[in-house]
């Protein structure tokens, strides 16, 4: 048997270097499938498959190296990281939870171990990991990352799924809850009688801001679990640590942005569906359907609403045409201007400011790392509504969008965050 191992393995290590990557792949298949206790055949199939890129052979080979030797630390790290990548959640769990506690950070076990068991909705395990991240986050960096994840776990256990669930699917279905054709005719209405308005927008990862705006954040999590928690938002908007903005800009920013929910005349929030399909966001989702429910009035809609009302009223050209006024508080100035013209608005108003990190800038445009805080006053004091129900569009990162609405609507405006919508627009 030995001599007829060495024998496959001589021929795969051959055709591997004679460049043949694909007939050495097959001869290793071929050798497994007779003889399935070859441990070397196992890592060289793994090899051949990454040299060819093919994942789907990279996790069939580790799959069958780990069932072989289930002692292989690092081949389950490395397997763990393709399943995370393949979105197998429930696999990442089985093959990391053995190792997490040997390997800790290695390979983005953590990381990857955590973020499995939040996808998978595993809250109560993924709240007793605490004295191992607490271990691991002892010789990291500040903010630990998967602290995000627990902190997420932890704000779950306030709330019953299926009782949460239930609560917004009651919601979806009361009065309070509009769809385009309403929201568009709120805003109509609104436009003319001249009635400042306010129409807001939760995506999901505001999800996790408002949740940390709260006490309850306050009162369970750890700073190192809210650092993390908002960290891992911030960055996507600002691109740096939200501790550059500073504590008391973060304060003044928290309190504005939950001024403006308790005022919104229009809420666009994650829905029930989003709720059951975004297991991982599950605590931030449920304590921000909490606050707000607890804080406003308004009526609620999906949280792409914005888009919901430009696929029934593309642009929104029954709303904004033949305005007498139309202002923009955005990134995308080139696409204001096309429709404020498109429109047939005479008179407007930009106020710039800048895109979500990681998109280009424009020459003209502004860096949102180093926006805050004083860029943000800036564009505070700035904002001037020229007569009462003056309209305008906003789109700003994180919770700006929402802060300058608000601002608009106490200056007797009327003021429809689109977020995302005016890069769609911009093309």
Known sequence: MATATESWIAEITSLSEGGDVGAALQACEQAIAAWPDIGA?????????HQLGDRDRMIAALR??????????????????LLCDAGDFAAVAAVLRPVADRLGDQGNVAWNYSSALAVTGAYAELRALRPLLDRLAAAASSPYPPYEHLAMARLAAQADPAHSLGDLVALQRSPRWIDADRALAALSAAIADGTPFALLRLDIALAHFTALCGVNAQRILRPEERLAALDGVWTGWFGQSSQTAGEAALSELKSAFQAAIADADILGVPDAEDMDRE??????????????RAS??????STH???????????LRTLLSGLPFLGFVGAQTAMFRKLAHFSGVSETATILVPDEAGLPVAPDGLDPAGFLPDGHRRVLESIAVPHRGAVFVVSAPGPLGVIYAARIKALGGIALDIGPLARQWAG
């Open 279 to 292: 297991k991982h966001h599950f605590g931030y989702l449920a304590e921000m359907h909490r606050l707000v």
């Open 296 to 301: 406003t009035d308004a009526l609620y809609a």
């Open 64 to 81: 069958s190296l780990v069932r072989h030797d289930p002692d292989d630390a690092e081949s389950c790290a490395i397997l763990g990281g």
């Open 41 to 49: 055949a196992y890592r060289l199939r793994f090899r051949l498959a």
């Open 305 to 315: 609403i914005a888009q919901l009302m430009h696929q029934t009223v593309p642009y």
